[in-house]
């Protein structure tokens, strides 16, 4: 039963990819009535004409962001495409229909029947909700899509969001994020005491520990922040989305790879009562939309980085470096702490944390001879070359 088992999610999977093909480059037009309403108005509840169910989509995003925004926007029209137009799903950035951070009680309430975030964004609703996200030190995207889809991560994921009545699926992934962009140099651990830095997640407790102050803030409220001196550091994504941002123009340094976000998953919640009303085939098709978008997601990000970063050191004379040795090891080892914690905070953190930690472990062993090995080889090559 489970080879079976396997062999349908890996089909499904398959399947939810081929949508890909359809719905690449095109933006879903986020204008259109909705239940009689406007962004402005953004109308009511499901309403169902001649068979046609009508979802709102709302984002905690900013209206075509790269990545996040404009991704949310081609799941609503794939969606809707796909299922022939019987399950039509309009799209909203943030503050068009609730302000960003207030998508996931939105959702439970059923203002919107969906919403596309971050899924750490809800870490006062419960402690493991990050572990679905990214944690410090965690998972890649690759790690974190075969923990959720073939290592029990989705099952895990549906026990903690069935307390709040949603239920959500992968839908996009940044990749390993930046460190952040700094006023002044990071040199050692003595250099984050006092700093006041945008992060949010469990990452936040890490640079609290390192002696400075994190503050979490959605996209649009960063660069004000910088500009006024609020905060003195952020993090926001990587090249693509923070060279959009202008952080070049109020940031000198910045550093990168980043110790907390390998692979920030964003999510398609949905409340509970709304999906279950679906019928199977249903779905089924927004499964395999939202796990299309988990594979377009990062490669998205994977394409649009390596430019953008040329663009910011070639173009904008930003300071790119990594972080020096030491401090980055204590990174790492302060993370293990904190998310090693949360194990204690009740019974389902723990089943959370020792699935997720059991398949972390895992995958590093095997790392050593998968893309990791491969690359670090690859590496080793071209410079003696």
């Given at each position: 039963m489970k080879n079976k088992k396997n062999f349908l999610k890996r089909r499904q999977l398959l399947v939810g990819a081929t949508a890909l093909t359809a719905a690449a480059g095109l933006l879903a037009s986020c204008k259109e009535k909705i239940d009689g309403g406007t962004p402005d108005n953004p109308g009511k509840s499901t309403?169902?004409?001649?068979?046609?169910?009508?979802?709102?989509?709302?984002?905690?995003?900013?209206?075509?962001?790269?990545?996040g925004?404009?991704?949310?926007?081609?799941?609503?029209?794939?969606?809707?495409?796909?299922?022939?137009?019987?399950?039509?799903?309009?799209?909203?950035?943030?503050n068009e229909v609730v302000p960003a951070f207030e998508v996931f009680d939105a959702v439970r309430e059923g203002t919107a029947e969906c919403g596309h975030a971050a899924p750490y964004y809800w870490i006062s609703k419960h402690k493991a909700i990050p572990f679905f996200c990214t944690v410090p030190g965690g998972m890649t995207a690759m790690e974190k899509a075969a923990w959720i889809i073939y290592g029990g991560g989705q099952e895990l994921w549906d026990e903690l969001y069935g307390e709040f009545g949603v239920k959500s699926f992968l839908a996009g992934n940044t990749g390993v994020q930046m460190g952040g962009w700094f006023q002044k140099e990071i040199n050692s651990m003595e250099d984050f005491q006092g700093i006041k830095m945008r992060m949010p997640g469990l990452g936040a407790e890490v640079v609290n520990r390192m002696g400075g102050t994190a503050v979490n803030m959605p996209a649009g409220e960063i660069m004000p922040a910088l500009q006024s001196g609020v905060i003195d550091a952020a993090e926001w994504v990587g090249p693509w989305n923070d060279l959009a941002l202008g952080f070049y123009k109020v940031a000198k340094y910045y550093y990168g790879p980043g110790f907390h976000e390998g692979g920030t998953a964003n999510e398609l919640i949905i409340n509970k009562a709304s999906f279950e009303s679906l019928s199977n085939d249903l779905k089924s098709l927004v499964r395999d939309a939202c796990h299309a978008t988990a594979l377009e997601g990062p490669s998205e990000y994977f394409a649009n980085s390596g430019y953008s970063l040329d663009v910011l050191k070639q173009e904008h004379n930003v300071d790119v470096r990594p972080f020096p040795k030491d401090v980055l090891n204590n990174m790492f080892k302060i993370s293990k702490q904190v998310v090693e914690e949360t194990a204690s905070l009740g019974p389902l953190h723990e089943k959370i944390y020792n699935s997720w930690n059991n398949f972390l472990n895992q995958s590093m062993r095997y790392q050593q001879y998968g893309d990791f090995g491969y690359m670090r080889d690859r590496a080793l090559a071209y410079e003696k070359s």
């Amino acid at each position: 039963m489970k080879n079976k088992k396997n062999f349908l999610k890996r089909r499904q999977l398959l399947v939810g990819a081929t949508a890909l093909t359809a719905a690449a480059g095109l933006l879903a037009s986020c204008k259109e009535k909705i239940d009689g309403g406007t962004p402005d108005n953004p109308g009511k509840s499901t309403s169902i004409s001649k068979g046609i169910i009508q979802w709102k989509m709302i984002t905690c995003w900013p209206r075509d962001f790269p990545g996040g925004g404009t991704q949310s926007q081609k799941l609503a029209k794939r969606i809707t495409e796909s299922s022939g137009g019987k399950l039509e799903v309009k799209n909203f950035a943030a503050n068009e229909v609730v302000p960003a951070f207030e998508v996931f009680d939105a959702v439970r309430e059923g203002t919107a029947e969906c919403g596309h975030a971050a899924p750490y964004y809800w870490i006062s609703k419960h402690k493991a909700i990050p572990f679905f996200c990214t944690v410090p030190g965690g998972m890649t995207a690759m790690e974190k899509a075969a923990w959720i889809i073939y290592g029990g991560g989705q099952e895990l994921w549906d026990e903690l969001y069935g307390e709040f009545g949603v239920k959500s699926f992968l839908a996009g992934n940044t990749g390993v994020q930046m460190g952040g962009w700094f006023q002044k140099e990071i040199n050692s651990m003595e250099d984050f005491q006092g700093i006041k830095m945008r992060m949010p997640g469990l990452g936040a407790e890490v640079v609290n520990r390192m002696g400075g102050t994190a503050v979490n803030m959605p996209a649009g409220e960063i660069m004000p922040a910088l500009q006024s001196g609020v905060i003195d550091a952020a993090e926001w994504v990587g090249p693509w989305n923070d060279l959009a941002l202008g952080f070049y123009k109020v940031a000198k340094y910045y550093y990168g790879p980043g110790f907390h976000e390998g692979g920030t998953a964003n999510e398609l919640i949905i409340n509970k009562a709304s999906f279950e009303s679906l019928s199977n085939d249903l779905k089924s098709l927004v499964r395999d939309a939202c796990h299309a978008t988990a594979l377009e997601g990062p490669s998205e990000y994977f394409a649009n980085s390596g430019y953008s970063l040329d663009v910011l050191k070639q173009e904008h004379n930003v300071d790119v470096r990594p972080f020096p040795k030491d401090v980055l090891n204590n990174m790492f080892k302060i993370s293990k702490q904190v998310v090693e914690e949360t194990a204690s905070l009740g019974p389902l953190h723990e089943k959370i944390y020792n699935s997720w930690n059991n398949f972390l472990n895992q995958s590093m062993r095997y790392q050593q001879y998968g893309d990791f090995g491969y690359m670090r080889d690859r590496a080793l090559a071209y410079e003696k070359s």
